[in-house]
């Protein structure tokens, strides 16, 4: 596994969380990477994104001025800070790793994926 994600769970709405992803192998530095979720009986869909810079942050219409996504290279990390949670952002939440250096809100842009970690908001 070269993406572990991490800091889902439950949590009232209006509450916060803290999502981290650590590249286990080092290599993210140059590439852009995201987070996307999936809801049950619902398509992948893109959260946030940044560059490899760290600037470009990019964000869902749904999430924009609540989340917020930056990245540590030196620690090969990337995290996501969920403020104002709401019940609708109930999904599991993935981390991607872009073929690039830029952002993209299209999964076929990612070449590693996490293996998600499950964001419950109850109301």
């Known amino acids: 596994v070269q993406l572990q994600a991490s800091g889902g769970g439950l949590v009232q709405a209006g509450g916060s969380l803290r999502l981290s992803c650590v590249d286990s192998r080092r290599t993210f530095n140059n590439n852009a990477v995201a987070w996307f979720r999936q809801a049950p009986g619902k398509e992948r869909e893109f959260v946030a994104g940044?560059?490899?810079?760290?600037?470009?942050?990019n964000y869902a219409d749904s999430v924009q001025g609540r989340f917020t996504i930056s990245r540590d290279n030196a620690k090969s990390t990337v995290f996501l800070q969920m403020n104002s949670l709401k019940p609708e952002d109930t999904a599991v939440y993935y981390c991607?790793?872009?073929?690039?250096?830029?952002?993209?809100?299209?999964?076929?842009?990612?070449?590693?994926w996490g293996q998600g970690t499950q964001v419950t908001v109850s109301a």
């Open positions: 991607a790793l872009a073929y690039s250096s830029a952002t993209s809100r299209t999964p076929d842009a990612y070449r590693y």
């Open positions: 940044i560059n490899w810079r760290g600037g470009g942050a």
